[in-house]
């Protein structure tokens, strides 16, 4: 699936969301708090506010300007830009704790986009039925609560690793967007918010995920994103998780430099680990960058649509086909 955008327009600058808070830093949970009273995320009352919306890195991966599957409309694909460059990313801070609870014990709840013609629902403590309409058009279905917050889980805060997954489960593809001959699908990843709402993971700002029509995976990427897979079938379970550890030299940060975490994203396949990426690989001049996944953002569990699409979604450890060390 390709989000369109033209070869001359330049992925949505992730440094044009943070035009009131500059970058954020890896810092005592103190001032993430005095942050946070800038632009609070709104799960402190998760309930009624819903958002409305070696040494060397490895080597590049080349990218598509276009996919040979489907493509989304430009139209589309200008409103997200104009989105992230005018909305900046909420800055983390410390869940209650309650809210922190109900992360632990997995009761993720699917947040139903106005772009979703069909129905997700939760059948069981982080379990999801979903289905959308034949040539729905994209849209994101995010969990209404971050899996991965820096002032609890950071490496830098907890001393150790922090894992993050889940699966899902694919029933069946129907008729996609534009309808016949238009391939319809899912796909699977992980975004900062506020995200918008018509776009799948991977394509804007602080977000990446796998896509099922193509294989291709995206991070932050408006193009026709990188080979990484083969494409899903139905009847497949497949997975996406990322690492969160403390960078191999610890001194990196040492200076004005950002200290960041090492990031490890990998994919399952009913069950068995089929690949992964290091976030930080070189990428090429038209990479929007990886700012917002780096481990000092909330992330939230994401999962795509386009076109008409059955699936089961697990964020419980108790259903998971493969079992990831945490």
Known sequence: MNPFRRKTDLPPSYDASQSISGQPQFQPQSQY???????????????????????????????????GTGNASEDDAQRAHDFCDNVPLWLP???????????????????????????????????WSGQSADRNGDCVIMTQLPMYFPTMDSPFVREQRKTIYFEVKVLAFRAGPAGNGDDSGISIGYAAQPYPSWRSPGWERGGLGVFSDDGCRFVNDSFGGRDFTSAFRVGETVGIGMVFSLPDDLNIGAGDKKMTCKVEIFFTRNGQRAGG????????????????????????????????????????????LYKPAE
């Open 277 to 320: 990426w290091n976030l930080h690989e070189e990428v090429d001049a038209d990479s929007g960058g990886v700012e917002g996944l780096e481990g000092d953002y909330d992330l939230y569990g994401a999962i795509g649509l386009f076109g008409g699409v059955d699936f089961e979604s697990c964020f419980n450890p108790a259903g998971w």
């Open 33 to 67: 708090q005095r942050q946070a009273e800038v632009n609070p995320p709104p799960y402190h009352n998760w309930q009624e506010a819903v958002p409305d919306t070696a040494t060397f890195p490895p080597p590049p991966i080349t990218g598509y300007l276009i996919s």
């Open 93 to 127: 801070t410390q869940p209650s704790n309650a809210v922190y609870s109900d992360v632990q014990a997995h009761d993720l709840r699917p947040v139903h986009p106005r772009e979703l013609r069909g129905q997700v629902t939760a059948t069981a403590r982080g379990r």
